[in-house]
């Protein structure tokens, strides 16, 4: 317990820093619908601030210093690997859920705000009422925890060329996924097009609850290969 008090203290820096990031992009997405709205013709709006802000926890969760850094700063104050991979997961998981109770807060600012701006219009979204399920925040919050460890891993095991190697597929894959899937509900032919038919098809080869066997093993085999990287990690100041 002393041992994560003092570790919180010297990261805490890091949640003010991701409180900063998301009071920006709230900013950001304020502006953006008020100048959307100057030409908007439906009278309508959308909460785009609290949305952005939502968003920034996953950047904010994973660039509070790297995980290899903050792995080395643990081990300058004299902890062993085991500590660190405790309390570091628990770590996030607060600056998450901080980051969520931010969000949220902002997005009841931005409604307040609309709501004297735009009397009498239409609220067409709001990423709070459209995802009210608690359980989704805890798996949100478990994601970037989940993630952030990996990537914590990687950067110790291969350095920061391996964790690009990894990053930014990630980053696009996502698009890639979507894109592919509406090419192929439009029936086009292109290239993006037959990736889509084909994870369609590969889908269907097995029920959800067996996809979700298969990604929990393959969950199971990532966790375990980090701690591995994380217990061979060289001590190196």
């Known amino acids: 317990m002393d041992f994560f008090v003092r570790y919180w203290k010297v990261n805490r820096g890091g949640m003010l820093m991701m409180f900063a990031f998301q009071a920006g992009l709230f900013l950001m997405g304020v502006v953006m619908v008020l100048i959307i709205n100057i030409f908007n013709k439906d009278r309508d709006y959308a909460a785009i601030g609290g949305m952005m802000a939502l968003m920034a926890t996953i950047i904010g969760g994973l ?21 660190y991979m405790l309390a570091d997961p628990i770590l996030t998981a607060i600056n998450c859920a901080a980051g969520v109770a931010f969000a949220w807060l902002l997005n009841q600012l931005e409604l307040r705000l ?65 894109g592919s899937v509406d090419a192929a509900k439009e029936g086009g032919t292109s290239l993006l097009a037959q990736i889509g038919r084909g994870m369609v098809y590969l889908t269907g080869l097995m ?28 001590i190196r100041m």
Not at 63 to 83: D, E, F
Not at 138 to 161: E, P, Q, V
Request: with cysteine; proline share 4%; glycine share 8%.
């Open 207 to 234: 029920p959800p609850m067996l996809w979700a066997a298969v990604g929990g093993a393959l969950l199971l085999a990532l966790l375990t290969l980090s701690v591995l990287f994380y217990r061979k990690a060289e």
């Open 63 to 83: 660039t509070r210093g790297t995980g290899m850094s903050r792995y080395r700063l643990a081990v300058s104050m004299g902890r062993t690997r085991r500590s």
């Open 114 to 178: 609309y709501a004297m701006i735009y009397s009498g219009w239409e609220l067409a979204l709001n990423i709070f009422h459209k995802i009210d399920q608690w359980w989704f925040y805890l798996a949100f919050i478990l994601g970037i925890c989940l993630l952030d460890f990996l990537f914590g891993a990687l950067m110790l095991r291969f350095g920061s060329k391996g964790f690009a190697a990894v990053w930014f597929p990630l980053c696009f894959l996502p698009l890639i996924i979507t």
